[in-house]
């Protein structure tokens, strides 16, 4: 029987209205969306509100939700980023996970998650390194220990056995600690080659640990001569200005500042040349401070018997720095002036009262 147009008509009606009414059952609802921010599971709050009909979207505060993502994503990452730097993976991990529930499409987060898994593995490897070192040494301390006991009179099989696995974990781990140092060796960094080489090379001699070590042997060396030359140099160099400065003092015939100078020159005094050339001058310098002592000594004395007494105490106490345990010249000097002091006091007081 054919449909007329009226009939068509009502059963488009119909029709679309039921598909509307089945869009709308499998529709998220506001209470989907709002349970699903609770739970902080904000992308997925926010992809089904963008699926519900424009109506009910109406009915939800997404701004809200929005607003709570961005503060749950601040608060987050930033906690993360704290425990990554504080190398505590363990409190952080549970982050990692909420973070790629919870807001999955957030280039923050994922930035954030990144550096978390890279900087666990550097550090995962740093700390499986460290425990191999620390294999390594109880291993190069046992190994006596089970020589002994292979060739001892209790040998057994399970010994044997023993020794053998000891035998094989001690080759893998010197391949693993000799190119571990080997590479880093390669990119300078010394201390550390050193260190892995000698415990690889001390669980199992390799040619290619000892080349290692000898590089880094003859680096250390050859930066050690280096130092040392520079080091002499300096030496040389404040010498040669202490030299210089004592030989302004000895043309001057400033004396004291010449002996002074003198006496630190013989700390800087390394080579035989150098201490050769302090004793004669020190010789030469003593003998012309003699000299000069007795000279003053002898003049001083003239002075004092001819009754100049304050002339030869200037005189006297002029060179006594130059000679201070001069007995005679201390001796002289002393007795002038108890007698200028005994001479004073018997003078009349010339004061005249009016």
């Not at 926010?46 to 608060?75: C, F, H, S």
């Not at 050690?224 to 160099?237: G, H, Y």
């Not at 345990?325 to 000097?333: F, G, I, K, Q, T």
Request: aromatic residues 8%.
């Amino acid at each position: 029987m054919p449909i007329n147009v009226s009939q068509s008509i009502r059963l488009m009606v119909a029709g679309g209205f039921i598909t509307l009414i089945t869009a709308c059952s499998f529709a998220p609802t506001k209470s989907n969306v709002e349970n699903l921010a609770d739970q902080q599971r904000y992308d997925a709050a926010i992809d089904a509100w963008e699926d519900m009909p424009e109506l009910l979207q109406q009915q939800v505060d997404i701004d809200g939700i929005r607003k709570a993502r961005n503060i749950y994503e601040t608060a987050t990452v930033a906690t993360l980023k704290q425990l990554v730097r504080q190398n505590n993976y363990v409190e952080a991990q549970p982050l990692v996970l909420d973070l790629q529930q919870n807001i999955p499409e957030s280039n923050v987060a994922k930035k954030a998650v990144d550096a978390y898994y890279r900087s666990e593995k550097v550090y995962m490897q740093r700390y499986q390194h460290q425990y191999n070192q620390e294999l390594a040494r109880f291993l190069i301390k046992e190994q006596p220990i089970l020589n002994k006991l292979r060739r001892g009179q209790t040998r057994n099989r399970k010994n044997q056995e023993l020794a053998d696995d000891r035998q094989r974990e001690r080759e893998e781990l010197s391949v693993y600690l000799g190119e571990y140092g080997l590479a880093a060796l390669k990119r300078g960094h010394r201390i550390t080659a050193k260190t892995n080489l000698m415990l690889a090379e001390h669980l199992n001699s390799d040619k290619r640990w000892r080349k290692g070590l000898s590089n880094i042997e003859q680096y250390n060396q050859t930066r050690e001569d280096a130092r040392l030359a520079e080091l002499k140099q300096q030496q040389n160099t404040a010498w040669q200005t202490s030299a210089d400065a004592y030989l302004v003092h000895f043309m001057r015939k400033n004396w004291l500042s010449a002996r002074k100078q003198l006496r630190q020159i013989i700390s800087l005094s390394d080579t035989p040349e150098q201490k050769a050339w302090h004793n004669a001058q020190r010789q030469q310098l003593q003998e012309i401070i003699d000299q000069e002592v007795n000279q003053a000594f002898q003049r001083g004395l003239n002075l004092y018997s001819q009754g100049y007494i304050d002339q030869a105490i200037a005189i006297w106490a002029e060179v006594l720095p130059l000679s201070p345990n001069h007995p005679d010249l201390n001796e002289s000097l002393q007795r002038a002036k108890s007698f200028q002091r005994t001479y004073k006091e018997l003078q009349p007081d010339k004061t005249v009262e009016f």
